[in-house]
């Protein structure tokens, strides 16, 4: 029963940390002009860079911009502290 128990705990915890939010920061820029971005964006699926950029990537593109760089992933506690750095690119893409 002990077991039972323990590994529905740890079912749990593990699909409540995979549902939490998950946020990256990131450079990007667009050529002809020359236009630099800070952003913040909302990341689904594994809270990993590696996740980020791949979605960034795409999502960047279909709007005409490159991905330079995914600086950190971070959870919804980093949000407050990024959001006036990101201005309009506040969880814009």
Request: overall charge positive; proline content about 1%; aromatic content about 8%.
């Amino acid at each position: 029963m002990k077991q039972i128990t323990l590994s529905l705990a740890l079912t749990l915890a593990c699909t409540g940390a995979a549902q939490a939010a998950c946020f990256a920061d990131y450079k990007a820029k667009q050529d002809n002009p020359l236009r630099l971005h800070y952003g913040v964006a909302e990341i689904s699926g594994q809270c990993a860079r590696a996740s980020a950029q791949s979605q960034l990537r795409a999502r960047l593109a279909a709007n005409g911009w490159t991905l330079l760089q995914v600086l950190s992933v971070f959870d919804a506690q980093g949000l407050d502290q990024r959001k006036n750095s990101a201005g309009q690119y506040y969880l814009r893409f």
